[in-house]
């Protein structure tokens, strides 16, 4: 049995994070999907704002953020895996102490962390205009419960399947289908009625947009379900076990990979 070095997936999750980091398609298709979001008037400084308490506020902001931005992050997480093989460096990270476990998740967490870092400034620059402009400091703290319970259940959990999947589907294939899934899964419009134009995930606890949790959690009544916060509770759970379920499987397929071989 290989030994494990203690700073394994601490040295792998730092060297992943720094790459990722330094990308620049990660701050210009970041840059990019801001101004779109802004131009969709999606902002704590325009109409959409007026008459909301803080809490309110900043739960909306936290959805408008999580609108289109997880299209990106998904998109943006899913050459990670593959890159070791395209690079040829898989074969040499097999023959050092640190393990495919650890390495894969230490990828993982690294890119994760480095590709939340332009969501959470985009984020926190909404925060502190909201925290200015109504004169509130309590926006802050509640702004950052808002981003950790409607934002981060569901970038993990497209982090978590934009990592895995891509160890057995083309890295082209998988961002095609996950843009039509983020649209399909969780914006599909309402019919006249309050239901769904068609069969979809949208408006379930399985969707990772994060309005059962905005509803449940902050009242917000910008979405277009109703949740008590047990239910956004629910919805959380599922998402983050759905999330390592969706890492466990990925790091298997791996394994069998590696075996085969």
Do not use: C
Not at 24 to 49: E, G, M, Q
Not at 222 to 227: G, K, L
């Amino acid at each position: 049995m290989r030994k494990e070095t203690p700073s394994a997936l601490g040295g792998a999750m730092s060297y992943e994070f720094r790459m990722q980091l330094r990308r620049k398609a990660l701050w210009i298709t970041f840059i990019v999907f801001s101004l779109a979001l802004l131009n969709l008037t999606f902002s704590p400084w325009t109409r959409w704002s007026e008459g909301l308490s803080v809490p309110h506020l900043v739960a909306n902001w936290s959805l408008a953020v999580q609108f289109f931005h997880p299209i990106a992050f998904g998109i943006l997480l899913a050459d990670r895996l593959p890159r070791d093989r395209h690079t040829r460096v898989e074969e040499l990270l097999d023959t050092l102490p640190a393990s495919l476990g650890s390495r894969f998740l230490g990828k993982y967490l690294g890119t994760t962390l480095a590709t939340l870092v332009p969501i959470f400034l985009i984020y926190a620059a909404g925060v502190a205009y909201i925290a200015a402009g109504r004169g509130d400091l309590s926006a802050i703290p509640l702004a950052l419960g808002a981003f950790a319970t409607i934002n981060l259940p569901g970038l993990l959990f497209v982090a978590a399947f934009s990592v895995s999947s891509t160890a057995v589907l083309w890295v082209p294939l998988y961002q095609f289908l996950f843009v039509g899934y983020w649209f399909w899964g969780n914006l599909i419009p309402t019919d006249p009625t309050g239901g769904n134009m068609m069969p979809t995930l949208s408006r379930t606890i399985l969707t990772p947009f994060g309005e059962y949790m905005a509803n449940g959690f902050f009242g917000t009544e910008q979405t277009t379900v109703r949740a008590t916060a047990l239910e956004g509770m629910a919805s959380m759970s599922l998402l983050l076990g759905l999330g390592a379920l969706a890492l466990y499987s990925g790091y298997r397929v791996l394994l069998w990979q590696r075996d085969k071989q």
